[in-house]
Nanobody, 126 residues
Framework: QLQLVESGGGLVQPGGSLLLSCAAS????????VGWFRQAPGKAREGVSC?????KYADFVKGRFTLSRSNDRKIVYLKMSGLEPEDAGFYYC??????????????????????WGQGTQVTVSS
């Protein structure tokens, strides 16, 4: 299992942007499918997006959120724009280390991931 660390959360006004980062301690993430999930208070965790060869996004973030990898392939970024109060919650990244998995086929497949970060909190409020 990898040790994953998320960062970049914080307080932002509606319509604002945040850049979340997911880094693996001592490893590059180039060979892993990385997913982002979020959980709002009182709600179940839901899949937001994932990146392998290509990326997928939940319908509720399409056009607003973008995944990318750093040049050194050590960090996966989630750029969030047009944030709405409904986007608030804890955001978690997760990694799938199965060497046979290269494509992210769905954003909500929690069971495929074997490493999880501790989360970073996103608050959207005026």
């Amino acid at each position: 299992q990898l040790q994953l660390v998320e960062s970049g959360g914080g307080l932002v006004q509606p319509g604002g942007s945040l850049l979340l980062s997911c880094a693996a301690s001592g490893f590059t993430l180039d060979d892993y499918i990385v997913g982002w999930f979020r959980q709002a208070p009182g709600k179940a965790r839901e899949g937001v997006s994932c990146i392998g060869i290509g990326a997928k996004y939940a319908d509720f973030v399409k056009g607003r959120f973008t995944l990318s990898r750093s040049n050194d392939r050590k960090i996966v970024y989630l750029k969030m724009s047009g944030l709405e109060p409904e986007d608030a919650g804890f955001y978690y990244c997760a990694a799938d280390s199965n060497p046979h998995n290269h494509f992210c086929t769905a954003v909500d497949r929690e069971g495929q991931y074997d490493s999880w970060g501790q989360g970073t909190q996103v608050t959207v409020s005026s």
